[in-house]
T-cell receptor
């Protein structure tokens, strides 16, 4: 039951431009959404989150947008930097971390 | 000062063997987890432990058993290993709840290969 989907396995962007990573979910009970970033041979690390009562959350170069009616969220990185090259996982949960579901990840490559 | 550490990093073993993966966290978190990243790269939760109590078990074969000697440790024991068990296993920990105040903190993973 893949309740969280990241349909783009990879994305390549030029340094300085905007990176947009997309995520769709099917479970309307989800009310908290997170993005994790993963470098090779490391575990995922928390990047940014948003609750369902908001439609936007910004943290420096990273902004997450939530469209509840479309069950869609996106992560915007502006400006993109080569160090942002990593796999980005979208995750969603309802009451607590025990029911968190992850997407399959999108590999972002930022070219100098 | 690694927050969540798991050992070994790589584990190669033969079918039918029994193996363990250790996990320790020094964050003072209440809850620890084991995740499996399968061949399709999905991270799927296997177990969650809170104060030595198993909270959930997501359709995991009973060959897999978590063992928590204390709040800072959650080890994963696997009996009678099968080819399909080959994957990367991640340990994680968090505070209670969800979201910004209690994100998951992951270890660096253990790549298990069963031959």
């Amino acid at each position: 039951d893949q309740q969280v989907k990241q349909n783009s396995p990879s994305l390549s962007v030029q340094e300085g431009r905007i990176s947009i990573l997309n995520c769709d979910y099917t479970n309307s009970m989800f009310d908290y959404f997170l993005w994790y970033k993963k470098y090779p041979a490391e575990g995922p690390t928390f990047l940014i989150s948003i609750s369902s009562i908001k439609d936007k959350n910004e943290d420096g170069r990273f902004t997450v947008f939530l469209n509840k009616s479309a069950k869609h969220l996106s992560l915007h990185i502006v400006p993109s930097q080569p160090g942002d090259s990593a796999v980005y996982f979208c995750a969603a949960s309802s009451d607590n971390n025990n029911d968190m579901r992850f997407g399959a990840g999108t590999r972002l490559t930022v070219k100098p | 000062d690694t927050a969540v550490s798991q050992t070994p990093k790589y584990l190669v073993t033969q079918m039918g063997n029994d193996k363990s993966i250790k996990c320790e966290q020094n964050l003072g978190h209440d809850t620890m987890y084991w995740y499996k990243q399968d061949s399709k790269k999905f991270l799927k939760i296997m177990f969650s432990y809170n104060n030595k109590e198993l909270i959930i078990n997501e359709t995991v074969p009973n060959r897999f058993s978590p063992k928590s000697p204390d709040k800072a440790h959650l080890n994963l024991h696997i009996n009678s290993l099968e080819l399909g068990d080959s994957a990367v296993y991640f340990c994680a920990s968090s505070l209670p709840g969800t979201g910004r105040d209690s994100p998951l903190h992951f270890g660096n993973g253990t790549r298990l290969t069963v031959t």
